[in-house]
Each structure stands twice: as structure tokens, then as C-alpha cells.
């Protein structure tokens, strides 16, 4: 029993210190989401609206009753009576209002739009998820490097005061590397309150602080071109999720005209009855017309109803306006977002080419800084380098690093934009890039 107690006790703790995954931070995103909740209700919201705006198409029916006593005056004086409609029931049934069908046809489309806006929702959680992830390992990665680099001047501004103990250098040569270790402590704490920020942004998207999280592997990071920048623009017209929003909308903008104009037009309805009354006469009844009993009446109704509009004092005219307005006004808002989609293809496309080329290019470059430290730090031992020279050299090697790192987090969001303005992003692609992820690395870090 206490063997399988402490494997127990042994296996939550183990899965409580296990790195999240992308694919991990984004599903527990995905069940926290309070955008996406939100939007998930304003969907059926919306879907709801179409059942009560078919209403106004289907029979509606009532049942009504009333009861009342009378007591008679002058003439009628002492006659008491108790009469009620003991029921009465009416059935409406349009048979022709253009309007209330244009209203539902509305009703449907704009659901189509609460429907499209929760799949943007969603796909907008997948790239903020995995930019606020991205972004955090950068800052991870940032970090590491100045640290590394601070450990680098630190030891070199040892070295050199040992020098200088000893009168090698002179004391201008302490000074230089005091003043970029100094730097670099600064340049450590804006690096450090980068990362808690970044790790703050991805709280606020999934709810959750990560003190783990997988980082990318260069082992299976890799680089590709994307397709073809025009095959792409074409996929963009049927899939992006703005554009079909604005033309849904510009189509609603062109069904309120024809709902306007439909001031003009007749409406007709069936309309059908039937109802019972009773009539209760006591007291003094002594006058010829009034005699005691019970009287008991009724009939039944049934017709069509048909009513034509003449002259509205120009507000039919007003609205009909006012919706061919409208519609211009959403014809230039869809122009407006296709540019725009346009435009954050293209940019995404390029961010993509210029990235492969920097990392390929940050990656020779942290070569050569390595050779050029290494060749530097051996010319200030036999004294023909300086103490500065070796200094830049190792800001250049570390600064190389850096760039080399950003270019790479550059690239993987870039796939992600591109995707996201095409419309085309799903959770797929995360499991893509999830391939890419390798060991896991704190974010509990501190200044040493």
C-alpha cells in the first residue's frame, strides 16, 4: 500500500512539473477563452433571432374571454345584467408582407456573420496564443544571452584588474570593461522585465502561468517558402473571414433596400374568428324589453385582409434612401478590407522570404563572431589588441546570437500571419510548428 502511495504521490508530482507544449497552452486557452465564450454566445444568440423573426410568418393565434355586471339607470332602472364572452378565439395568417420575409432573410445572414466571427475568434486565439508563446521563449532566449554575455565581460574585467594589479594594462583598460559590464547589468534587467511581460501576455491569454514551456529545437527547426504570393490572394477571396463578414454585410445592406421599398407594396393576411357570449337579465324586468333569461350568442368570421399604403408623408422614401446609402457606404468598407487583406498577405509573404534570409545570414554571421572573439581575445594576450576590441567582439558574437534567435521567432509568427490573413489557420498548423519544440526550459528567472 505505501508503494503505491508514494508512485501515486510520485506521478503528480512529476506531471506538475512536466514543460506545457504549444498545443497544451493553446487547448487550455481554448477552454478559458473568455473572448471566445463570448463569441460563442453571441453565435447562438443570433441563431435564436432567426426562430422570432420567422414568427411574424407563421399563424398567430389568440383566446380571449371577459366578464362583466351591469346595473341599470333612469329608464333601465333596476335592471340588473351579467354578460361575458365566454371565449373567443382568432387565427392570423400572413399571406403576403415582402417585408417580414426580407426581415427573415436579414435575421439568417446576420447569424452567418455571428457564425463567421466566432471562426475569427478562434483563429485569432490561435495566433495570439501562439505569438504570446513565441514570445516568451524570445525573451527566454534574450535573456540567456546577456547572461551569458555578462558572465563573459565579468571574467574579462577580472582578468584585466589582475593585469592591472600587476601593471600589464593600464587602468583606462579596467574602466572599458567596468563601464560594459555595467551595461550589460541594465541591459539584463530590461531583459528580465521583458520576459515577465511576455509571460504576463500569455497568462492573460490562457489563464494560466507557465513556470515551464517547451522550447524550439534547432535540431528539427526548419525553414520553407510558401506558396506562390497569387495562388494565395485568390484563396484569400473565399476564405478570409473579414472579407466574407463585410460582403455578408453588403448584402444585408442591399435586402434593407428592397425591405424599404416594400413601403410600397400591399400586405395581405387571412383572417379567421369565432366566439360565444352569454347574456344573464334579472331583477326588475317589469319593461317589455327587458326579460329575464339567459341569452346566449355567437358567430363565425373568417376573410382576407388586404391593406395598401398611399402616402406615408415621404417617410417610405426617407428609409429607401437612407438604405441605398448604406449600401454604398458597405460597398466601400469591402473595398477598403480587400486592400487591406491584400496588404497583410503580401507583408506576411515578405516578412516570411526576409526572414529565412536573416536567419541564414545570423547564422554565418555567429561564425564569424565566434572566430573574430576568438582571434581578438589571442591579439590582446601578445598585446596587439586592445581591451575595447575584445569587448565589441564579444557584444558583436552575443548580439549575433540574439538576432539569430529573433529571426527564427520571426519566421515561425510570420507563417502563422500569413495563414491568418489568407483565413486558412487552424489548430493544425500548431501541431506543425509543436513538431519544431524540443526540451523544456524554465521562465522562473532572476537576475544573477
Known sequence: MKKTLTFLIGLALSQSVF?????????????????????????????????????????????????????????????????????????????????????????????????????????????????????????????????????????????????????????????NAQANYDLTVAQQVNALNDLNNAL?????????????????????????????????????ETANLNLLTMKLNQEIARDQIKMAQSGYMPTASLEASTNLNKTDSYGNVNYERHTAGKKYSGDNKIGVSVSLPLFSGGATVSQVQQAQHNFVSFSE?????????????????????????????????????QSSLEATSSGYQVGTRTIVDVLNATTQLYSSKRNLSDAKYNYLTSLLQLKYAVGTLTANDLVYLNNMLGKEVSTLATIK
Open 200 to 236: 504576463e501576455a500569455l497568462r492573460q491569454v490562457s489563464g494560466r502561468f507557465y513556470s515551464k514551456l517547451a522550447s524550439v529545437d534547432t535540431k528539427t527547426f526548419r525553414t520553407e517558402q510558401p506558396t506562390q504570393i497569387n495562388t494565395l490572394l485568390k484563396q484569400s
Open 333 to 369: 468598407k469591402l473595398e477598403s478590407t480587400n486592400r487591406s487583406v491584400i496588404n497583410q498577405i503580401r507583408s506576411s509573404y515578405n516578412n516570411i522570404s526576409s526572414s529565412i534570409s536573416a536567419i541564414k545570414a545570423y547564422q554565418q554571421a555567429v561564425v564569424s563572431a
Open 19 to 175: 514543460a506545457e507544449n504549444l498545443v497544451q497552452v493553446y487547448d487550455q486557452a481554448k477552454e478559458t477563452n473568455p473572448d471566445l465564450r463570448s463569441s460563442l454566445a453571441e453565435k447562438d444568440k443570433a441563431y435564436s433571432a432567426i426562430l422570432g423573426s420567422r414568427a411574424s410568418l407563421l399563424p398567430q393565434v389568440g383566446l380571449s374571454a371577459s366578464y362583466g355586471v351591469a346595473h341599470g339607470r333612469r329608464d333601465t332602472s333596476g335592471v340588473k345584467t351579467k354578460s361575458g364572452s365566454l371565449y373567443q378565439v382568432g387565427v392570423s395568417q400572413s399571406i403576403f408582407n415582402f417585408s417580414n420575409w426580407k426581415a427573415l432573410d436579414i435575421t439568417k445572414k446576420q447569424a452567418s456573420i455571428a457564425d463567421i466571427s466566432y471562426q475569427y475568434q478562434g483563429q485569432t486565439l490561435i495566433l495570439n496564443t501562439s505569438v504570446a508563446y513565441f514570445n516568451v521563449l524570445k525573451s527566454l532566449d534574450a535573456l540567456s544571452f546577456i547572461d551569458a554575455q555578462k558572465r563573459a565581460i565579468g571574467r574579462q574585467l577580472e582578468q584585466t584588474r589582475q593585469q592591472h594589479q600587476v601593471g600589464l594594462v593600464a587602468i583606462t583598460d579596467v574602466q
